[in-house]
């Protein structure tokens, strides 16, 4: 059953344990080290923000968690469970939404239950989790016909349906407008207090990191490893513009430019003193 008003639990606590990563560099002959002896708790139902300057190997630690790579060294659990492989118990949803274009939005949402041949056992859930993202108008449209927005509501609702302990979202929020994606993070909110799932979140978006996380981990420079967690005690719903939350993404600016990764941002620029610049609408990296 999907409970929203009740708190369902579902989440594992997370360990990765002086995890490095490395890849072949271009010249094929040296290798590129992505993650470097990274090591991180995460507690059951936590909402974790993952921040760093571009190539710093985020989505890299994210695939180890979900099973799509295995670490040079080090080890990943999940509970009491060790990651060799990936598992419908990790989901990730990613910046692109990546739905099937010849599947409605019902039939998106239920393709990993068939393809783990649970769609008879679970079919009442599949409505369920269509109203629980608010898409029930829209159950039979095909994705050319969604906003931006409701895609990823798809996305997302395509993940929580196969109950992850886990869910990994590498930038889920970063191709939408200014609006839709703070919309977005309200709904990402609720859907996280409704089942509790353990999450972990990549944004570039500082105000995004602070706005969502129980803490924030931010990596250093290429090749990553954690630089610092901060916790965030604010209630919420938060308020953007609390002097709390602004004294904090103050703190992280500052932690990016003691970081020494000024300069360094995924658009080249940097502003007075090497900090990044902020867009206008956000402090992005
Ligand atoms: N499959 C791969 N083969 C070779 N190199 C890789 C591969 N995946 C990642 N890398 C390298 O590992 C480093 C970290 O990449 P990663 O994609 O994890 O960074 P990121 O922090 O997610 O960056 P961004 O913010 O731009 O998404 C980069 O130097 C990248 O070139
Ligand atoms: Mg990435």
């Known amino acids: 059953m999907v409970m929203e008003n009740q708190a369902s639990n579902e989440g594992s606590a997370l360990r990765i344990l002086d995890a490095t990563k490395s890849f072949p560099a271009p010249d094929n002959v040296a290798r590129n080290v992505a993650l470097n002896a990274t090591t991180l708790s995460v507690a059951a139902g936590e909402f974790i923000s993952i ?29 009491n469970d060790r990651i060799t492989g990936p598992s419908a118990e990790r989901g990730l949803v990613f910046q692109d939404p990546n739905l099937f274009p010849w599947l409605t939005v019902s039939r998106n949402i239920q393709s990993g239950l068939v393809a783990r041949g649970l769609l008879q056992r679970k079919r009442p859930e599949v409505d369920e989790f269509i109203r629980l993202v608010g898409l029930e108008k829209f159950a039979h449209a095909y994705p050319h016909h969604l906003s931006g927005g ?24 970063g191709a939408l407008d200014a609006f839709t994606r703070m919309r977005m993070q309200d709904e990402v909110l609720r859907l996280w207090q409704a089942r509790r799932t353990t999450m972990l979140l990549v944004t570039h978006d500082i105000d ?42 103050g703190e992280i600016l500052d932690l990016l430019h003691l970081t020494g990764n000024a300069g360094e941002s995924a658009n080249g620029k940097s502003g007075k003193n090497g900090l990044l610049e902020p867009e206008p609408a956000a402090q992005s990296l």
């Open 208 to 249: 995004e990191a602070i706005y969502m996380a129980d803490r924030i981990v931010v990596m250093t420079p290429h090749p990553g490893r954690v630089e610092r967690t901060i916790t965030v005690s604010l209630d919420r719903p938060r308020q953007r513009n609390s002097p709390e939350f602004l004294r904090l993404r």
């Open 150 to 173: 409701m895609a990823q509501r798809t996305a997302l609702a395509r993940a929580l349906i196969n109950h992850p302990r886990v869910l990994l979202l590498d930038e889920p929020l």
């Open 51 to 79: 921040i760093g300057p571009s190539g710093c190997g985020k989505s890299t630690l994210l695939r180890l968690i979900a099973g799509l790579d295995v670490p040079d060294s080090g080890e990943l659990w999940v509970g």
